[in-house]
């Protein structure tokens, strides 16, 4: 990823929470952030595809996809995959916007089973995995929830509607553990 990108990717993720009217640390709903960015989300189980189709779209198992993201006639959209856990979802959700938000031109895209699947190329991947994760978790607040509200991975994984893996590699992207221990060894300095 190039120098600056990632504080970059967490100015957007305040900025859009702000935007929306949400402090740093709520939760934001990845449909809230699609609708907002008139981005459209299809769930392909509402398409009028025969069910036969449908059943190897969502159940495909070499390349599983929790969901594609495509410009249609011009309108970003998500199609998503229904049968996954909502967390993945979501996940997978604030993904394909960040690949929207940094307008990350495609290398192209193939059909998959009827739907449009983008490639883009490596560090396109990364900035769009860092920058999602970063939306659903911004860095601002990492540091007070663990410091000063007893947060840990399983309960900040529930604040943000996401999967301990992702609260686990958001806590580690931050250097949150080297952080709070730092503030707390200071503190005590401080008290003696
Ligand atoms: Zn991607």
Same mark, same amino acid.
């Given at each position: 990823?190039?120098?600056?990108?990632?504080?970059? $990717? !967490?100015?957007?993720?305040?900025?859009?929470?702000?935007?929306?009217? @949400?402090?740093?640390?709520?939760?934001?709903?990845?449909?809230?952030?699609?609708? $907002?960015?008139?981005?459209?989300?299809?769930?392909?189980?509402? @398409? !009028?595809?025969?069910?036969?189709?449908?059943?190897?779209?969502?159940?495909?198992?070499?390349?599983?996809?929790?969901?594609?993201?495509?410009?249609?006639?011009?309108?970003?959209?998500?199609?998503?995959?229904?049968?996954?856990?909502?967390?993945?979802?979501?996940?997978?959700?604030?993904?394909?916007?960040?690949?929207?938000? @940094?307008?990350?031109?495609?290398?192209?895209?193939?059909?998959?089973?009827?739907?449009?699947?983008?490639?883009?190329?490596?560090?396109?991947?990364?900035?769009?995995? *860092?920058?999602?994760? #970063?939306?659903?978790?911004?860095?601002? #607040?990492?540091?007070?929830?663990?410091? *000063?509200?007893?947060?840990?991975?399983?309960?900040?994984?529930?604040?943000?509607? #996401?999967?301990?893996?992702?609260?686990?590699?958001?806590?580690?992207?931050?250097?949150?553990?080297?952080?709070? !221990?730092?503030?707390?060894?200071?503190?005590?300095?401080?008290?003696?």
């Amino acid at each position: 990823m190039k120098h600056g990108f990632k504080k970059r $990717a !967490n100015r957007i993720s305040k900025k859009a929470r702000l935007k929306l009217g @949400l402090q740093v640390k709520d939760y934001l709903n990845p449909n809230v952030l699609a609708e $907002a960015m008139k981005a459209q989300i299809i769930d392909p189980a509402n @398409l !009028n595809i025969p069910s036969e189709s449908l059943d190897t779209l969502l159940n495909h198992r070499e390349d599983e996809w929790s969901a594609l993201g495509a410009h249609i006639n011009g309108n970003p959209t998500i199609f998503i995959n229904s049968s996954h856990p909502k967390t993945r979802i979501e996940a997978s959700i604030m993904h394909e916007l960040a690949h929207f938000i @940094l307008k990350h031109e495609p290398m192209g895209a193939v059909n998959y089973f009827g739907l449009p699947l983008t490639r883009f190329d490596k560090e396109q991947e990364e900035e769009a995995e *860092f920058l999602g994760g #970063c939306l659903q978790i911004p860095e601002e #607040c990492l540091f007070p929830l663990f410091a *000063f509200e007893k947060y840990n991975l399983q309960k900040l994984a529930e604040h943000f509607h #996401c999967s301990k893996q992702v609260a686990r590699m958001r806590y580690n992207q931050e250097g949150i553990r080297y952080r709070v !221990n730092a503030y707390k060894k200071k503190y005590k300095q401080s008290k003696n």
